[in-house]
């Protein structure tokens, strides 16, 4: 049964860093294509970062984020990982893990993949 679970959020403020983790159940991570997309109340889920099976990293993510987030995977823990940087504000959200089961390219549209962890709430204070 694929399950993906995330942890890590958490309460910061403005300049601090986090690392989320989505640990995985039910499939091969080293073959997978996944995502880290974020979400508000304001505004549609949205891509931060997906990665390929062969790893390769495309981001996503809006102007303010560049250079202060990073992506990464373990196959042999079957995590994923975001490691966020000098959060701003602007960054709170509610973040996901996602599983692309088919496509086998990054795509930045949510409808896209398959499954989807609960979700990670990250508030960053000013």
């Known amino acids: 049964q694929v399950q993906l679970v995330e942890s890590g959020g958490g309460s910061v403020q403005g300049g601090g860093s986090l690392t989320l983790s989505c640990t995985t159940f039910?499939?091969?991570?080293?073959?997978?294509?996944m995502g880290w997309f974020r979400q508000t109340a304001e505004e549609q889920r949205e891509m931060v970062a997906c990665i390929r099976a062969d790893s390769t990293i495309k981001y996503a993510y809006r102007e303010s984020m560049k250079g202060r987030f990073t992506m990464s995977k373990d196959n042999a823990k079957k995590t994923l990982y975001l490691q966020m940087d000098r959060l701003k504000p602007e960054d709170s959200g509610m973040y996901y893990c996602a599983y692309d089961l088919s496509s086998g390219t990054c795509s930045t549209s949510a409808s896209m993949y398959n499954y989807w962890g609960q979700g990670t709430q990250v508030t960053v204070s000013s």
């Open positions: 039910g499939f091969d991570i080293s073959q997978a294509v």
